[in-house]
Structure formats: structure tokens, C-alpha cells
């Protein structure tokens, strides 16, 4: 019974193995045939490896000649190469059936390359198509070994990266016709190489003839120093090899776009970058001034810009344009990138003139009427009765609408009172206008109106300031008069002057009333208030305010090699149950690389950023000047460590798109890194403090080490120190003089 069952079996799967052969038969009849041909056409008289990408595997098998060569039912593409032909990588649905119904792929034979070198140990060759949108694998790598002088390598068109040992990659086009023989020469160079690609914003057109210039990023203040420039090709690539900036900016000129540029550039040493460059046609701003209808030829239009991440009193504006009103009245500014800008109208043969924040689109003239109707405004400033002299006035628009940054209106108008206390200016757009007196020291006085006019009249305005003013002293404990200091007065607002050298000042106030007033000065705690009042005849007394130093540190700022650091950023770190470590107090080095430094109490940590200094952070010895000490302690060293170390981040949100507008708190080896702290170091680079449109952030000048990365719209300084883990992104671990890629992708909420 069991031998039957046995026999029984066998036949069985004979049966099954004929049936399935002639399945398989019948497919590989029906499934079309492909004809592998080289670039002459010819039948190809060697053997070939074909490899069929099925799914998430590959199905490879080596074809001999004349063996025909049946696809499988499925597949997305497949890649050939023999030792003299291909290599070559077809999409499916690139494939085009022949009248016979096959396929016929085209595998040129390879070329000799052949290369140029003294060094002889070992090169390693790549290729990538001058198409690849990203250059980070190449289509071909080859290694040549030492004594070796040519190597095979497809047909093509390319870009070739050879690289040496630690050498910058040296960057090359070739072009190696089928079973030609090519050469190239190697060139060593020290430092990264960069790929850039230059194209429309708008189309992706690759653009041409882009000039491309490359400078070392100092940051700091500090000029870039230029140290490349080339010209884009036909493809739209510029080639850069051996750059030696640890940070560098690229600027881009075209013609036909306005000018781009591209800050915190960098790569590992012996690496290259890959760079895309988008050219805007940006806008123009197209202001029509007229005055009572009529082209005001003669006057002068300005466009500035925001700088931004800057942050002092004054508007930080940064002028990109001048020109002249034509006879049509027109002023067509240059090429502007989209955004928003200030547009300043001079009136000819007058220091008055009228602001406008405008909106620029790409590709678009923004239509701005500037429509002018002036309006006098006169009158006479006295104290007690009596005309003063070189009283000024400042007419403020109030009822603009400017962007958010732009935290001060505009003065539109200045006059300044004569020896009879009269003055006069003249603003020219109809509007709201706030208007404020202030002394010959450029002290705001108490002396302030509002007007609104509609334009084409005169308005009669006299100030009538009060004869009373609070004068006073500011001294440190030891009676010694403190220069520069601020005087503060709360009388009905806020009014502030400055000490002189010997430590006086004065503030003039109008009618009676009641305030308080006490002294500041960065490097002093704040004094103690004082009530002052003015009250009908009684005299106002003489005030003296004291300001107490506040707790310092003094050190010096060393490079790694014990070199003084000049203009380097000291800050010092406090922290609270509330803030966490934050930014408490900071200052720059001077020649010498000393600093001093205010501190919070307990243990001093300070931060240190500065030009050859990597962002770096140090508990010092517990050395702080008392309040009012003499500051007669030696200072501590700062030691900056030897290399720099770089993170290239990108940051994707749940669905995978870029996350912009992002930024990160880091925390290395424990200590917290105030978001303060990163992004002033980052500004000082000139680098973006948060992502960019495509969610990339360069984080560079830092200390090597290993890092954690908080997202900062999900965290806090406060929720990391008490170990709590919302906004946590990755740990990544950075080496010396390289940069690291890293991409994180967010979790779902």
C-alpha cells in the first residue's frame, strides 16, 4: 500500500511539472521579447546581467547571446551592463514596442576614461547625470587602483566627481562618446566642492550664464571675503571644487532675475554640496507722485527693506534702491523679491518726506499713487511765557499700516523753533498726525498734540510747555558721576534723558502733577525710585540717583591655540522654576578678548560664540564681583574649542511635507541650550534662526558632541529641564569639521 501511494505521488507530480512547463512555455510566448542592441544597432556579442526590479526585489539573470529575454508579467523598470556595454536603467512605461511587437533597448558600449594624476594611490570616480535632482548616489561608481591609468565607464553625458583620500571632491563635465577614449585631470585641493543648480522660481527653466560667486561667511559684523566665481553652464550647474569657508554664502546675478542669494553653505571636508538656486523675476514698485494732480518731477524715491533678526531701537532698514521722479511722474523701482517694503518720496528742495509700506509681488509692477497735499503747520513754542530756542518739533503719521518689525511710525516732518520760538514744517499726505516737542538734548518733553488734516491747508499749533524741570544727578555708591546713564520720569508716560559726563541731566515737564523717577544703565541694577512732584510755586528739589553695580565676571576668551578672540559674544545663563535656563545677560570681547559680564546669582555659566570660536558653553569657578566691588580678581580663561562641527537639518511634518517656520532647542550632554543663546550665535553667522520654506535649517558653528534636538513650538527650556519629552526630535551625535545630514520627520498628533 505505501509503495502504491509512492507511484501514485510520482505520477501526480509529473503531471503537475508538465502542466506548469507549459504555462511557462505559453507566457514566454505571449510575453514580449526584449532586443538588446548596441548604440550602432548591433546585436550585442557578450554576456549581459538584466535585472528586473519586481516589486520590492530584484529579479536578475545573465543573458549569453542570441538568448532571448522575456520580462516578467510585472515590473517597474530594469537595468543592464556588460563589462564593455551599459550601464543602462529604463523605466517601464518608457519602453516602446517595435512593429514586431518586442522591445528594443539601446546598451552602449562604455567608454575609456582616462585620468591625469601624480598621486597615485587609489581614485574613486563618480558619475551622476547632469538631470539628478538631488546628487546624493551616483550612476555610476568606479574605483582606480594604484598603476591603473584608464577605467570603462558608460556613454554619456556627465557630472564626475573624483575624489582622493580626504581631498575635495574635483568636479568635472564629461562627455564620453560610445568607445571613445576621454580624459580628464585630477586636480587636489583641500576643503568641500559644491553642485548648484541655477533656474527659474517660477517655470524651473534652468538658467544659463548665471554668475555665481561664493564668500566665507565670518559672521560677527565681519564683510564676507569673496573666494570663488564661475558661470552657470547650459545644464544650469555651477561646479565649485576645493572650498575652504567652514560657512559660506552664495550670491547669484542673472540678467533677467534679480539677484539671489543662499547663506550657510557648508559640507563635511572631502564632500561636496548640492545646492538648488531659484531665480525670481521678482516685482517692481511703480509709484505715481504728483502734487495737486501734476507729475512733482525732481523728487527722489527710495525702496528699503527690513533687516531681519535684528533688534535695536531704531528701524533696522537696509536701502536697495534710489531714483529720480520722471516727467510723467513716475518712479519704477528695480527688480524687488516679493515681500514688503518701505518706500520713501523725498520732496525736492525740502527734508520732508512721506513713507509708504508696499507690497511686492513676483512677476508683477505693484501700482503705488503717492498723491500729495501739503499741509503747513506753524506756530510758536514758550516756556513760562517766554519763546525757547531750538525747540524741534516731529510730525509722526499715525494711521499707516506698517509690518509688524516696523515698531516706530515715521517722521514725516521736523521744524525747529527760532529765537522767537516760532517754527514751521510742512507734511505732505493727508492724515492723522501725532506731533511731539522735543528739548535742544533731543529730550521728549511733556509738549504733545494730535492733528488730521485732509490735505492743502494751514494749522496753527503753539506749545505751551510748563517753566518747571526736574534736574538731578546719577552717581554710582561711590559718589562718582555715571556717564550715559538713563533717567526715567513716570509723569503722565514715560520721558527719559541722558546723563552727560558728569553724571547731570534734566527732564522739562508741563503742569502739575505727581511721578517717580530713578536711573538705569546696562552693568547696574536698577536705583532705587524717588517721588517728585510739582506742586503751584513750591521750588522742585535737586534729585540724586544711585546706581549699585550688579554681580560681573571677568575672563578672557582664548582660542584653541591660547590666541586672544576679538569681538567675541559672552552671555551669561540664568534659570528659574518658570523660564528655565534662558539668556540672562550678554556683552562682545574686547581686543584683548576679555569681557565682562553681568551674572544672576549661584554658579556662573556663560556661552561663548565668537570668529574661530564654536558655540561653546562653561561652569566657571563661583568668582563674581560682589555688587560695587572693585573688580580687582584675575579674570577666568575661556578656552574655545579647536574645530567647528555642523548640523544640516530638515525638518517634515506627519504628512511628509516641510515644516516651516521651525525652530530647536538643543540640549548637549545635559546642559540646555537657551533658545536665546542659539539664535543670537546663528544671527551673528548671518544664518536663519528658524526653517525655511523647504523646512532646512543650518545649524553651524557648534561644538562637537552629542545633541538632542527639541522642536520649539512643542517644548520649552522649562518643560526639558524637568525631563518632560513633547517636541523631542532625535538625538544625533556631531564630529569635528563635518557636516551631518539629519531628517525628521514628525509624528502624527
Sequence with gaps: MLRLTRVRSAGLLGVILLYASSVLAETAASSPQLQLVDDRGRRIDEVLDVCF???????????????????????????????DHGPVSVRRESLQKQPDGSFQIEVPRKAWLRIAKEDQRPLTISLYLP??????????????????????????????????????????????????????????????????????????????????EIAEAVGYGQQDRPVAATISGA????????????????????????????RGLTATPGTFAFRAIDLGAGGRIAAHVTLHGRPLTGATCYVYSLIPDVQVQEEPLRQLWEGSVDSQGLCLSARLAQGVYKLRVRVPESTA?????????????????????????????R???????????????????????????????????????????????PGRYGLLVRSPARTPTAGHKDLTTDGDEDRRMDFDLNAMAFQGRVVDEDGKPVEAAHAVLRWQGVLVAHTDAEGRFEIAVEGEGTGTLHAVKPGYRESDPVDVQVKGEEPIPFV??????????????????????????VGSGGASLERGPF?????????????????????????????????????????????????????????????????????????????????????????IVPGG??????????????????????????????????????SSESTIAIGRREGYLSAVSLPALQTTELQVTLPPP
Design 53 to 83: 526590479q519586481v516589486e520590492l526585489r530584484n529579479d536578475c539573470r545573465r543573458v549569453v547571446p542570441g538568448e532571448r529575454v522575456h520580462p516578467p508579467a510585472s515590473f517597474f523598470g530594469l537595468r543592464v551592463e556588460g563589462e
Design 131 to 212: 538631470q539628478d535632482p538631488i546628487f546624493r548616489e551616483p550612476a555610476f561608481r568606479v574605483q582606480m587602483k594604484p598603476g591603473e591609468e584608464e577605467v570603462r565607464v558608460p556613454a554619456g553625458e556627465f557630472i564626475a566627481s573624483l575624489s582622493l583620500a580626504h581631498n575635495a571632491p574635483d568636479l568635472h563635465r564629461l562627455t564620453a562618446p560610445a568607445a571613445s577614449r576621454v580624459k580628464l585631470t585630477y586636480r587636489p585641493r583641500e576643503g568641500w566642492s559644491l553642485v548648484a543648480r541655477t533656474r527659474s522660481a517660477a517655470s524651473l527653466r534652468l538658467v544659463s550664464h548665471t554668475q555665481v
Design 235 to 262: 545644464d544650469g550647474l555651477v561646479l565649485l571644487s576645493g572650498l575652504s569657508p567652514v560657512v559660506a554664502s552664495l550670491t547669484a546675478r542673472h540678467p533677467d532675475f534679480i539677484q539671489s542669494e543662499l
Design 353 to 381: 518726506q512721506v513713507n509708504h509700506w508696499v507690497s511686492v509681488l513676483e512677476a508683477q509692477d505693484t501700482e503705488e499713487d503717492v498723491a500729495l497735499a501739503p499741509t503747513r503747520i506753524y506756530g510758536e513754542i
Design 383 to 429: 516756556r513760562g511765557a517766554k519763546p525757547v530756542q531750538g525747540y524741534s518739533v516731529e510730525a509722526m503719521l499715525l494711521d499707516r499700516t506698517r509690518p509688524s518689525r516696523a515698531t516706530r511710525g515715521d517722521i514725516s516732518a521736523e521744524g525747529v523753533s527760532d529765537d522767537e520760538g516760532r517754527y514751521e514744517l510742512t507734511v505732505w499726505t
Design 544 to 569: 540724586t540717583l544711585v546706581l549699585k553695580r550688579k554681580g560681573t565676571i571677568r575672563g578672557k576668551v582664548l582660542s584653541a591655540s591660547g590666541s586672544p578672540v576679538p569681538n567675541a559674544w
Design 583 to 671: 539668556l540672562y545677560s550678554a556683552t562682545r570681547s574686547a581686543a584683548d578678548g576679555g569681557f565682562e559680564v553681568e551674572i544672576p546669582p549661584g554658579p556662573p555659566r556663560v556661552f561663548v560664540s565668537g570668529p574661530g570660536c564654536p558655540l561653546s558653553w562653561f561652569d566657571l569657578p563661583a568668582q563674581a564681583q560682589p555688587e560695587g566691588g572693585s573688580g580687582e580678581e584675575a579674570p577666568v580663561l575661556v578656552r574655545c574649542p579647536a574645530l567647528p562641527s555642523a548640523l544640516e537639518l530638515s525638518l517634515l511634518d506627519s504628512a511628509g511635507k516641510p515644516l516651516a517656520h521651525a525652530g530647536v532647542i538643543l540640549r548637549r550632554e545635559g546642559a
Design 677 to 714: 543663546v542659539l539664535a543670537t550665535h546663528l544671527q551673528l553667522l548671518g544664518l536663519p534662526t528658524e526653517t525655511d520654506g523647504t523646512g532646512h535649517l543650518i545649524l553651524a558653528g557648534l561644538s562637537p558632541g552629542d545633541y538632542e534636538l527639541f522642536l520649539n513650538t512643542q
